[in-house]
C-alpha cells in the first residue's frame, strides 16, 4: 500500500502518517506556499515545519487554503537548538502556532543537541530543561506528541534519565548508505518512533547507478525507490521537493523493492557530499 495512506501508531498511541513532506530550503513566498498547496493536494497529510526554515507563515497559508480540516493533517514543529532555557523554549514554540497560523501542534521536537555548527559538547543539562519544557506543553494538550532530532544514544539516555516521557519520536538523517543501524536498534528497543530526513540523500543518491537499476526494474522513479528503502526499513521519511513534478512523483509509492533490493541499498556508502 501507498505509504502515504499509512500511519504509524506512536507509544502515545498517536498515529503518525508514514510520509512526511519537508519544508527545509522551501523559499518563504509563492514558492513555499506552492510546494505545500500541491503537496496537500496529492494527498501529503504530513507536514514537517521549523522556525529557522523562516517560511512557517507561506506554508501556514498553504495549509489553510487547502481545505483539509486540521485533524486530517499531522504538523511537526521544532525548537531551534541554540535556545533551550524554558521561557525560550515556550516563546518559540508561540511564536512557531501563531506564525503558521495553528492552535497545536501533532509533534513538537528539539532540533538538535547542540546548536547548529557545534561538535562539542554535551548539553545535557540544557536538553533536560528544553525537553521538560515540552513535557510541560504535552501535559497541557498543546502539543499530542513530542520528542527529539539529531540525538544519539548517549544524548537519549540522558533524557530517559532525567525526564518522564521517553520520547515518542527521534528525527535522524537516514538514507541507503547512511543508516545508523546501532541508533535505529536503541529507539525500536525505547518505543521511540524514527522519522528518516533526508530519505533521498538531499538528492544526492538519485543518480546512484544501484538506485537507478532497482528504478528500471520496477519501473520507479529513483526518488520513489529512496522513499521505499526507507518505509521498508520501518522508519518515516520526510521529503522535500519545490518541483511539481517531483511532488506529484513522491506521492505515489505503490511499489515495494525486493529482499534482494534492499541488501543491494544496504550495501552502498554513504556518500560523502550530502550534508556537506
Ligand atoms: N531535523 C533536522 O535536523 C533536519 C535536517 C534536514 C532536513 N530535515 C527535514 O527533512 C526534509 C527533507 O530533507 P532534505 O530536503 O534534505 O531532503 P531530500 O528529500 O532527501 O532531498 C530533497 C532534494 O531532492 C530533490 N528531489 C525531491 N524529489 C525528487 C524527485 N522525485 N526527483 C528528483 N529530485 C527530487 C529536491 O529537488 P527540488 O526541490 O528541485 O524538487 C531536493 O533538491 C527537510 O525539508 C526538512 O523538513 C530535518
Same mark, same amino acid.
Given at each position: 500500500m501507498n505509504p502515504i495512506n499509512q500511519t504509524i501508531q506512536l507509544?502515545? %498511541? #498517536?498515529r503518525m502518517p508514514v510520509l512526511g513532506f519537508g519544508?527545509?530550503?522551501? @523559499?518563504?513566498?509563492? *514558492? ?7 503537496a496537500l @493536494?496529492c494527498g501529503f497529510r504530513h507536514i514537517d $515545519? ?22 486530517? !493533517?499531522f504538523?511537526t ?5 541554540? *535556545? ?11 511564536? =512557531? ?21 557545534? $561538535?562539542?559538547? %554535551?548539553?545535557?543539562?540544557?536538553? #533536560?530543561?528544553?525537553? @521538560? ?15 527529539? =532530532?539529531?540525538?544519539?544514544?548517549? /544524548?537519549? /539516555?540522558? *533524557? ?5 516521557? &521517553? +520520547? ?6 537516514y538514507f541507503a548508505?547512511?543508516? /545508523?543501524?546501532?541508533? &535505529?536498534?536503541?529507539?525500536?528497543? @525505547?518505543?521511540?518512533a524514527l522519522q528518516a530526513y =533526508?530519505p533521498l540523500?538531499?538528492?544526492? !543518491? !538519485?543518480?546512484? +547507478? &544501484? ?7 520496477n519501473?520507479m522513479t +529513483?526518488a520513489q525507490v529512496c522513499l521505499a528503502y526507507v518505509v521498508q526499513k520501518g522508519l518515516a521519511p520526510i521529503t522535500k521537493a519545490? =518541483? *511539481?513534478?517531483h511532488i506529484t512523483s513522491n506521492a505515489q509509492v505503490n511499489q515495494e523493492l525486493?529482499?534482494?533490493?534492499l541488501?543491494?541499498l544496504?550495501?552502498?556508502?554513504? /556518500? ?5
Amino acid at each position: 500500500m501507498n505509504p502515504i495512506n499509512q500511519t504509524i501508531q506512536l507509544a502515545n %498511541d #498517536v498515529r503518525m502518517p508514514v510520509l512526511g513532506f519537508g519544508t527545509w530550503h522551501l @523559499k518563504d513566498g509563492e *514558492i513555499a506556499y506552492q510546494a505545500v498547496l500541491h503537496a496537500l @493536494k496529492c494527498g501529503f497529510r504530513h507536514i514537517d $515545519t521549523a522556525i529557522v526554515y523562516q517560511n512557517e507563515a507561506s506554508v501556514g497559508r498553504a495549509i489553510r487554503d487547502s481545505g483539509v480540516p486540521r485533524d486530517e !493533517l499531522f504538523i511537526t514543529g521544532k525548537q531551534p537548538p541554540h *535556545i533551550k532555557h524554558e521561557k525560550g523554549v515556550v516563546r518559540m514554540f508561540e511564536r =512557531s502556532l501563531k506564525n503558521l497560523g495553528i492552535e497545536y501542534f501533532d509533534l513538537y521536537i528539539i532540533n538538535a543537541p547542540r546548536p547548529f555548527g557545534e $561538535t562539542e559538547g %554535551d548539553y545535557f543539562e540544557e536538553n #533536560v530543561t528544553a525537553y @521538560k519544557t515540552l513535557e510541560q506543553l504535552y501535559r497541557d494538550e498543546r502539543v499530542c506528541a513530542i520528542g527529539v =532530532s539529531n540525538f544519539t544514544e548517549r /544524548d537519549l /539516555d540522558n *533524557i530517559l534519565s532525567n525526564c518522564d516521557i &521517553v +520520547p515518542h519520536v527521534n528525527q535522524i538523517g537516514y538514507f541507503a548508505g547512511k543508516t /545508523d543501524d546501532a541508533l &535505529v536498534t536503541y529507539c525500536n528497543d @525505547k518505543n521511540i518512533a524514527l522519522q528518516a530526513y =533526508s530519505p533521498l540523500g538531499n538528492g544526492y !543518491l !538519485l543518480p546512484n +547507478p &544501484v538506485v537507478q537499476q532497482i528504478a528500471a526494474e520496477n519501473d520507479m522513479t +529513483p526518488a520513489q525507490v529512496c522513499l521505499a528503502y526507507v518505509v521498508q526499513k520501518g522508519l518515516a521519511p520526510i521529503t522535500k521537493a519545490s =518541483s *511539481i513534478e517531483h511532488i506529484t512523483s513522491n506521492a505515489q509509492v505503490n511499489q515495494e523493492l525486493t529482499s534482494q533490493q534492499l541488501s543491494m541499498l544496504d550495501a552502498l556508502d554513504e /556518500d560523502p557530499r550530502v550534508f556537506d
